[in-house]
């Protein structure tokens, strides 16, 4: 078992920023892949960016390339993800999650371990 706490959201004013932080415990060992998801009201989970944990290329949904940027604190099993120009549309509850296959990684389906959640509010 992987256990996961998120922390940092919160209200912000569009062209603001937040970092999310993502704190892992337990069996860390057998993170493959840490990913950030987000889930609107009325909509589905979607990715946001996700790391390979070892090193590995990094992923960004296209609607945030720029503007977000995922790292990773491995002494600390930790990801962050510093969100920059955040805008309305990126108001959502994120999720961080582990996936402990080589898969890509890009949807929810994948993922064996989930955060709580924390709410990111943009208000315009």
């Known amino acids: 078992q992987v256990q996961l706490v998120e922390s940092g959201g919160g209200l912000v004013q569009a062209g603001g920023s937040l970092r999310l932080s993502c704190a892992a415990s337990?069996?860390?060992?057998?993170?493959?892949?840490m990913g950030w998801f987000r889930q609107a009201p009325g909509k589905e989970r979607e990715i946001v960016a996700r790391d390979i944990w070892r090193g590995g290329n990094t992923y960004y949904t296209d609607s945030v390339k720029g503007r977000f940027t995922i790292s990773r604190d491995l002494a600390k099993n930790t990801v962050y993800l510093q969100m920059n120009s955040l805008k309305p549309e990126d108001t959502a509850v994120y999720y961080c999650a582990v996936d402990r296959d080589s898969g890509l990684g890009l949807k929810p389906v994948e993922y064996d371990y989930w955060g709580q959640g924390t709410q990111v509010t943009v208000s315009s």
């Open positions: 337990g069996r860390t060992f057998s993170i493959y892949t």
